[in-house]
């Protein structure tokens, strides 16, 4: 596997301040906090798959938008971009991706090593055995991994277990290997994939997800994170679908994808928080507000209302302006947002105040969405 020393990626991402890099980013805007430095502490921070793969994400939308599927052609003439291998974002996901094995990461779970897909996907345009490496991961989600009763793929190897968080790890990917293959097929099945998660995540009587269904690690609790792993998720498939040519007729597909969205998003917005921040459980008081949920769920609510004005109206612009504005307030002087919830242990009660790669990588994209919805005219600076 190739290695890239992680001295070096700080560096290069020291060096590509704001100002070298607002040429790619668009317009940079004051969102009340700093971007570049979040994005940092994600890098110094970051340790396992999932993480790499949201960091690789998170720098792909703050330097090089254009790549993203945010971008405003980020298909020209319906192909997966070139994409210079040197890119920050590429560069970063380059070291942590196996080019000979089954899944892209030897990993635990069944959708972690997916989160490096897109950058194995962009890094295959100039280096086609990253494309060999995608394809291995795309047969493991769909052909190897065990399916729930509904079909619904697992995010556990070992048993059936479905976990919202996988939305934001092996639907974005297989979506976007979807335009590379050039497959209608692949996307309308990616679709399906996320309704049936829905299925059995999402309970008749909310309209949030809950965390984990199945008989390993059950968690019935609407956990804020990871109803923000969701709904991003389906953001960024909803984005995939709707700026690929190959998929103009499937119109019903991205009605349903917002639908499902907007639930997810309504959901957190009648769930009341604690200082401005959503609870890390957001259908129980007695836990804490904080950084990571409240973070990537404004910046659902940001690239939706980009989206789709009229089904997402000021209304969520109000609620994600009100939320970044707090979070502005609880980032230090080195980048660090804090209180985050332990990613590492969901149900800890102590204040995470190390650095939550996964919150980390949402600041930066809660920036990335707001700047766009800035520059979409959409959002006041």
Known sequence: MPSLNPTLVSLLLLLATPQATAAAANDDVDAGFDAYAAAQVMVDKASHSWEWGTA????????????????????????IPPADPSTTALAYA???????????????????????????????????????????????????????????????????????????????????????????????TTVQQCGLQRQILKPSNSLSWQHIIGPQSQDTGLWSTSNGWAGYGMVRVLHTLQKWSGSASMTAEAAQLKSWIKEILDGAMQAGSDGGLLRNYLNDASWFGEISGTAVLSAVAYRMAVNDPAMFPQSYVAWADANRKTLATKQDGNGLFSPAVNPYDWHDRNKYTAGSPEGQAFAVYLYTAYRDCVNAGVCQA
């Open 56 to 79: 690789a994400e998170a720098l792909l939308e703050l330097h090089n938008p254009e790549l993203s599927v945010f971008g405003s052609n980020p298909f020209p003439g319906g192909k």
């Open 94 to 188: 380059k070291q942590f991706i196996n080019r000979n094995s089954q899944t892209l990461v030897d990993d635990s779970a069944v959708g972690d090593p997916a989160s490096l897909g897109v950058s194995a996907v962009l890094l295959g345009q100039s280096d086609s055995v990253y494309i060999g490496a995608a394809e291995r991961e795309a047969d493991f989600l769909l052909n190897v991994a065990p399916r729930y009763s509904n079909g619904a793929i697992s995010h556990r190897p070992d048993v059936a277990e479905l976990w919202a968080d996988n939305m934001a790890m092996s639907f974005p990917f297989l979506a976007y290997l979807a335009v590379e293959q050039n497959s209608t097929s692949l996307m309308s």
